[in-house]
């Protein structure tokens, strides 16, 4: 298990930091939750040499910090310790702490030094070695749309956005593309911007989104889809750490607000040959046969998945009619109502955008989705229905999982998710969800008891 590449990774990032004192190393769970030790910088290079120890059952929490005992990775497996190995290229400074803190991200394998199948990351790794096979590399993006909200909720517990640091008001507008929001979150954005390239995460642009204090940051696309989903990572941790900082929050939780936009996860993908050719170049879209089969396995894993997109109960209040959000199994040429759409491009950068994800979701899992979709459109060669024209919201056709429960059981039914991520990984998987599901269900709710208590 040795990694000699990390371990020099790591003498030489400790002697360019020399202020470097304590390594936070963690692993991210299901849910994306960071969960690890902060370890002292001379006990570090056997944490490179060895890995550290982490319960399996890291791999087992709910969003709260439990245990679903249900997986099997609680007390019927002794809540044994495995080790997790530091990723190469994920050795960064941590530029919000003080007393010098670096991070580096693991991930876990088993006793035997294999793959631990609960961790994401290796799935989408084992997706990656099937493009391998056929001499095919996909080249990802990632999109991410996040929230800034006030530290101090209203009244009933609610979020609410931040009092702009120039203005001192509480915005509740929409204004998509505004320049004026931008410059009222400048040094904030700026920060954020600063410390992504302290921590190479290559942040292309942001925009200000639809709802007040929402904003949607791009990050570089690169033919290493797993060093991509590392970076996606680390970003999520910079922006809350950067907002933490700026005297406000950050969330990605898919609708923090009943009557503002959701926040999304947007992947987009092209496919390099050996030769480095886009495969999906093209003078027109439907000129390209890889592009249709790719649209039509993503379309046809779609609902399967909409599990991993759709994590938690938020997840599905996103999923609103005239909300930029796809509501079927469509896809589109320059259509953001479509589940996948094919942006406005030249014909070399052809490539497509999956957005069904919410900004809550594990970005392995669902890139790891994403590209298995496309793999067997391609073996399959299928082809994609009519594309979408006009309101993606006024088209006929069977509708997505429209609730957790519904969408859990599909996946766990799925005979694609298990040929794609094996029996073990969607019965982990599906047991996790059931248990946040049940648990959050069980809650009597105050606008159940203000709307329902008196009439009845």
Request: glycine residues 8%; negative net charge; hydrophobic residues 45%.
């Amino acid at each position: 298990m040795t990694q000699p590449a990390a371990a020099d990774e790591l003498e030489r990032f400790l002697a360019a930091h020399p202020e470097v004192r304590f390594v936070d190393a963690f692993v991210n769970d299901l849910n994306t939750v960071e969960r690890g030790k902060r370890i002292d910088r001379a006990a570090m290079a056997g944490v490179f040499a060895r890995g550290m120890p982490l319960p399996g059952s890291m791999f087992a929490l709910d969003i709260q910090g439990g245990t679903v005992e249900a997986t099997g990775l609680g007390f019927a497996d002794g809540d044994a310790d495995r080790p997790c190995l530091p990723i190469p290229g994920t050795l960064a400074p941590v530029p919000w702490q003080d007393g010098g803190i670096a991070q580096v991200q693991l991930t876990m394998h088993d006793h035997d030094g294999a793959p631990f199948f609960g961790d994401p990351r290796h799935l989408l790794a084992n997706v990656l070695a099937k493009f391998r096979r056929l001499g095919l590399t996909p080249v990802v993006a990632v999109e991410y749309e996040f929230y800034l909200v006030d530290l101090e909720r209203t009244a009933d517990g609610q979020p609410q956005p931040p009092k702009g640091p120039l203005t001192g008001r509480r915005e509740f507008r929409t204004q998509i593309n505004s320049m004026t929001d931008l410059d009222e979150y400048s040094p904030l954005l700026s920060a954020i911007d600063a410390t992504c390239l302290a921590q190479n995460v290559p942040a292309t642009s942001a925009l200000a989104e639809y709802g007040p204090g929402q904003y949607e940051v791009n990050l570089r696309h690169a033919a290493d889809a797993l060093k991509v989903c590392d970076e996606a990572l680390r970003f999520k941790r910079i922006v809350k750490a950067v907002a933490r900082a700026h005297g406000c929050e950050a969330t990605f939780l898919a609708k923090p607000y009943r009557d503002m936009a959701g926040s999304g996860l947007h992947i987009h993908v092209s496919l390099l040959d050996d030769a480095g050719r886009n495969v999906f170049a093209a003078s027109a879209p439907l000129d390209s046969a890889p592009l249709r089969h790719v649209i039509a396995g993503t379309l046809a894993t779609l609902a399967d998945g909409m599990a991993l997109c759709a994590p938690g109960p938020n997840s599905y209040r996103r999923f609103r009619a005239e909300a930029y959000v796809p509501l079927h199994p469509t896809w589109s040429i320059n259509n953001r109502g479509s589940a996948i759409r094919v942006p406005a491009s030249d014909p070399a950068n052809l490539r497509i955008e999956h957005r069904l994800a919410g900004a809550d979701a594990n970005p392995y899992l669902v890139t790891a989705w994403v590209l298995a979709g496309m793999l067997h459109g391609l073996e399959s060669r299928l082809e994609p229905p009519a594309v979408l024209t006009g309101n993606a919201y006024e088209q006929d056709g069977d509708p997505l999982p429209a609730n957790g429960p519904a969408a859990i059981e599909k996946f766990a039914a799925s005979d694609f998710a298990r040929a794609t991520f094996g029996d073990k990984f969607v019965g982990l998987f599906a047991a996790v969800k059931r248990a946040e599901f049940e648990e959050f269900n069980s809650h009597v709710t105050a606008l159940e008891i203000a709307r329902y208590l008196g009439p009845l």
